[in-house]
Structures are given as C-alpha cells and as structure tokens.
Nanobody, 115 residues
Framework: QAQLVESGGGLVQPGGSLRLSCAAS????????MAWYRQAPGKQRELVAG???????NYADSALGRFTISRDNAKNTVYLQMNSLKPEDTAVYYC?????????WGQGTQVTVSS
C-alpha cells in the first residue's frame, strides 16, 4: 500500500520561501511520476508541478519561475521549493501518485502566506 507523507508547510511572509517534502513508501518510488497539487479554501484542487521518473518537470503557469520540483530516489522523497511566495499561494499542498487505477494523496501540509 502506497503512503505519502508531506511536511514543511507553515506561515511565511510574502516574498519568503518554503521547501515542502513528501516522503513516499510502499511502492517502487524511482519508476513513477510524482506531483504536487494544492487546494485553497473554496477552490478546486489544482496541479502545481509534476516530475517524471526521468526527471522531466512540468509546472502550472502560476508556479513557473518561482517553484521547483525535484526528487531524491535514494530517499524516496519529492520536494517542492517555493520562492517569492504570494498570498494567493496560500493553500493545503498535497503530494500525488497515480498507480493506475488507484490515485494516492498525502494528508496535506498547510502553507499560509501572510504578513
């Protein structure tokens, strides 16, 4: 059974940085694409960034140039480095894995950007 555990969220001022981590277990991490999603209050969950097993990345327009997704296959961990944070980045951030037909989510980590 795949498990995903996020950490690293918190309160940060506008313009600040955070690094989120997602520790994965229960599957062969290195061969699967991983992704980060977020959900703000009253809004639908949306893709932030994804990374393939080979390290190819994709980003939402809102994340381009500010966020960086990476992975450490030796540690079974995927990261999301977030710089130049804005109040509109406030959301619960979720790690995502698709092991068809199952979709797995972590419990989420809250990111609040406020002065």
């Amino acid at each position: 059974q795949a498990q995903l555990v996020e950490s690293g969220g918190g309160l940060v001022q506008p313009g600040g940085s955070l690094r989120l981590s997602c520790a994965a277990s229960g599957f062969i991490f290195s061969i699967y694409k991983m992704a980060w999603y977020r959900q703000a209050p009253g809004k639908q969950r949306e893709l932030v960034a994804g990374i393939t097993s080979g390290g190819r990345t994709n980003y939402a327009d809102s994340a381009l140039g500010r966020f960086t997704i990476s992975r450490d296959n030796a540690k079974n961990t995927v990261y999301l480095q977030m710089n130049s944070l804005k109040p509109e980045d406030t959301a619960v951030y979720y790690c995502n894995l698709v092991l068809s037909p199952e979709v797995y989510w972590g419990q989420g980590t809250q990111v609040t950007v406020s002065s």
